[in-house]
């Protein structure tokens, strides 16, 4: 830069330099559908690319097609150079109404609102309207009457409130409201279209112009996690295939889960399906081709069982009375420990050393094997005496172990003295009456049920409709 007198000569090639804090720190570009920063607009240029652009953009200004406009009051803009050739935005009509301009506080959110309002106008969102509209037409499932862009929806019960979606359509699976998501749909507008449509019992669609998986904003995020990691996207090649065959086809985005070695990791996958295969779910205001959900709960009921098992061939191999607590096998009680707090679930550090958790354990074991696991009993019947000497926190978890493991003949045909029958009878009467000794240890239920799922379920059920109290 040569700075002689008043006159500043840029080099031609070198890049444009914008002034410090500008008044109107971003513009939209109307075709593109973009908020930009002005300063990082004018940086990205060449100079005399810039000074091209320039003239371009106030030619379309005055014929009233401007290319970008003040994201916060919406007004036409186009660039001006200061004495030193630097640059900035300014106002087609500089009033001092704007709040950048006044430098008015405007909150986050209203800031927000103001851009997506401005968005509403760009080429690419009339583009989006457009592509979705055509789609529709050439289904024979929507009703071509009741296809329309921008028009008001009210609610059923309020007639103050309304919505006005991009395009809106009836089919034969219901009302839908299309949105297009533009690149700033701020989540409060989500959230109030979702509840909307939810209270009206129609289903509201957001589609995208293009999704890259790797370039995602915060929007397309709101957008994809609460849609069952699934967005659906128009463009050509649907609209194409939509008319060709005569349904409404999208392009779908979404993330497989795949269990690897005990963690999940997610593949992007993308395929062009019929709108007919998209499910949609109003309650949750979600339609999505792929079920990431369910599958990432396989993947999670996969990795439990796993450790369930862990824990199960554990117990069995180390627990026995000789091998209890040794220091080989407490670094990998440890590991199992800390797999398990994970998954919010609290056992001892030393299972050996706690008698209530190792009375539990050896308990809902042998019932379930029907012979003794950590005990040096042959017989189920031992088992079942030796829990209600020394175990009757454990006895109730023992008995729907035994239920669950389809055991209770067994225990049965064992009893040849008919003393286990008789030491039920007195139990039973003791529990009714709410004798503490068979309250369940509060502290060991959360990994019973995570252990034995059907065993604390079949406990839990049964604490609670005899309001007994967990210790
Ligand atoms: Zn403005």
Redesign the pocket.
């Known amino acids: 830069m040569i700075f002689t007198g008043h006159n500043v000569t840029i080099e031609a090639r070198a890049f444009a330099a914008p002034v410090d804090n500008p008044e109107?720190a971003e513009v939209i570009d109307l075709i593109s559908g973009e908020v930009q920063r002005a300063t990082t607009f004018i940086a990205a240029h060449r100079y005399s690319e810039l000074v091209e652009a320039r003239v371009a953009m106030r030619e379309a200004m005055k014929e009233g097609r401007p290319r970008h406009?003040?994201?916060?009051?919406?007004?036409p803009?186009h660039l001006v150079a200061n004495m030193r050739k630097r640059f900035f935005f300014r106002?087609k009509t500089e009033d001092g109404s704007?709040?950048?301009?006044t430098r008015s506080s405007l909150s986050e959110e209203e800031i927000r609102a103001r851009k997506y309002h401005g968005l509403r106008e760009s080429e690419a969102h009339k583009r989006i309207k457009y592509l979705i509209e055509r789609s529709l037409r050439a289904d024979p499932a929507f009703d071509t009457e009741t296809i329309i862009q921008e028009k008001r929806w009210n609610a059923t019960d309020d007639p103050h409130t309304w919505r006005k979606p991009d395009v809106q359509a009836t089919s034969t699976e219901g009302r839908f409201a299309f949105e297009a998501q533009l690149s700033t749909t701020f989540l409060d507008v989500v959230v109030s279209r979702r509840m909307f449509y939810r209270d009206v019992g129609a289903h509201l669609i957001w589609v995208l112009a293009s999704f890259s998986e790797d370039y995602r904003r915060m929007t397309t995020d709101d957008l994809l996690f609460s849609n069952n990691s699934n967005v659906l996207v128009v463009d050509e090649e649907t609209v194409r295939l939509s008319e060709e065959t005569k349904q409404f086809h999208l392009r779908c985005h979404y993330r497989i889960p795949f269990c690897n070695g005990g963690s999940i990791t997610d593949k992007w996958q993308e395929s062009v399906v019929p709108f007919s295969a998209v499910k949609k779910e109003i309650d949750q205001q979600r339609a999505y081709y792929f079920d990431y959900g369910a599958q990432e709960a396989k993947c999670h009921e996969s990795f439990d069982q796993q450790l369930r098992d862990e824990v199960i061939a554990y117990w069995a191999a180390n627990m026995t009375r000789q091998m209890e607590g040794s220091p080989e096998h407490q670094d990998r009680w440890l590991a199992i420990k800390k797999k398990l707090a994970e998954r919010n679930v609290i056992v001892p550090t030393r299972p050996a050393w706690d008698g209530g958790f190792k009375g539990m354990m050896h308990a809902v074991l042998s019932a379930l094997k029907g012979r003794g696991v950590g005990w040096q009993f042959d017989t189920l019947i031992q088992c079942a005496h030796q829990t209600a000497q020394m175990h009757p926190e454990s006895l109730l978890a023992f008995a729907f172990a035994v239920e669950v493991a389809g055991h209770k003949e067994l225990l049965e045909s064992q009893d040849s003295t008919g003393k286990w029958a008789s030491r039920c009878k007195t139990m039973r009467v003791q529990l009714l009456k709410g004798d503490p000794r068979y309250t369940p240890p509060q502290q060991w239920m959360p990994a019973l049920s995570f252990l034995f799922p059907e065993v604390g379920a079949r406990l839990a059920e049964f604490v609670r409709r005899k309001g007994l109290s967990t210790s």
């Open positions: 109107i406009t003040c994201a916060i009051c919406g007004t803009v106002h704007c709040p950048a301009v």
